[in-house]
């Protein structure tokens, strides 16, 4: 922030010059508002602006939708004099976020898929010794078949505590270091109370996917459809790339007249104003005073009062809160 020395001017006129003025100033980059109160008195009639900002609301609505999309936002510095937000604007704006959230939609529900098959995998690859086909297992009319993990040290109670129980045994199919991953079978008569004898013994059951076929097979299929489902994830992400690219250009451009609109409005928005009248004050660079001055003048029904109050624009920016109009 420069140190240069700054001017107080008081700009008013008649109320239809406030939009036109706005934007003149936008443009100059070095008009520093005040508070319009400290320099009017209740009885000349002005009130603060107290329109809501249109724009900022708009602005994060892109903001957010590019970050989904992957775009990139930037501003170009150049003028948008006389930009306004149309119709067609808007209508653009919803459809960039109904794409966006369609293609985000796609790939959620494609990378949910996946997430699926590789939950099924992990739970499989604990049984794939199992050589049965899982679907008989599943169509069993008089037994029920219970997947799980029993910890090591309780597979040897079978023989001291329920040595005596024909029904009792578990099939262990694999182990990690703590556990053995396996199953054991129960007749529906006897369900609960077998399942019981295993909850004694620490037994943790597991839901294992229904599928045909054995445990290997199944596996080999949930394989392929994996390879499916990367395969369709990598062509969402070039379709992205692509809609990212032909977008790119005119989203830069909304960008930049959003912004150019909030922050003209943001200046508006320190005017004073009566039924047909504004007051807008502020500091602007001594060195620009006369050119600043002059553009204002181009419009109708505007004057210029300039202050003899001098200060640094360090202490301007700090006093308004802005380092730059709408910052």
Aim: glycine content about 6%.
């Amino acid at each position: 922030m420069s140190a240069a020395r700054v001017r107080l001017m008081k700009v008013s006129g008649n109320l239809e010059q406030l939009n036109p003025l706005s934007e003149k100033l936008q443009a100059c980059g070095c008009f520093y508002p005040d508070a319009v109160g400290k320099y009017v008195s209740s009885s000349m009639g002005f009130l603060p602006y107290t329109q809501d900002d249109p724009y900022s609301d708009k602005l994060e609505r892109l903001r957010a939708t590019a970050e989904a999309a992957g775009l990139t936002l930037e501003e170009n510095g150049k003028t948008c004099d006389g930009a306004s937000w149309s119709q067609e604007d808007e209508a653009y704006l919803a459809a960039l976020q109904k794409q966006v959230a369609d293609l985000a939609d796609e790939k959620q529900a494609l990378l949910g898929q996946k997430e699926v098959c590789e939950a099924g995998l992990q739970k499989y690859a604990h049984f794939q010794d199992l050589d049965l086909p899982l679907d008989s297992i599943a169509d069993c009319a008089f037994v029920k078949a219970r997947f799980g993990h029993i910890p090591k040290e309780s597979l040897p109670k079978f023989k001291t505590v329920f040595d005596d129980d024909p029904y009792l045994q578990f099939y262990p199919c694999s182990e990690d270091k703590t556990d053995y991953w396996g199953m054991y079978f129960a007749p529906l008569d006897r369900l609960n109370e077998i399942d019981g004898k295993f909850a004694f013994l620490m037994f943790e059951p597991v839901t294992v996917p229904g599928a045909a076929g054995t445990v290997t097979q199944v596996i080999e299929q949930v394989q392929k459809s994996i390879s499916i489902l990367d395969e369709h994830l990598t062509n969402q992400e070039n379709e992205r790339k692509a809609f990212c690219q032909k977008e790119q250009t005119r989203v830069n451009t909304v960008y930049q007249k959003l912004i150019y609109l909030r922050d003209a409005f943001r200046l508006r928005a320190h005017a004073w104003h009566s039924n047909q009248s504004f007051m807008l004050v502020g500091f602007v660079p001594e060195e620009k005073e006369d050119e600043i001055e002059a553009m204002i003048l181009t419009l109708p029904d505007v004057t210029v009062e300039r202050g003899d109050k001098r200060i640094s624009a360090r202490k301007a920016a700090k006093m308004t809160g802005r380092r730059k109009n709408g910052d």
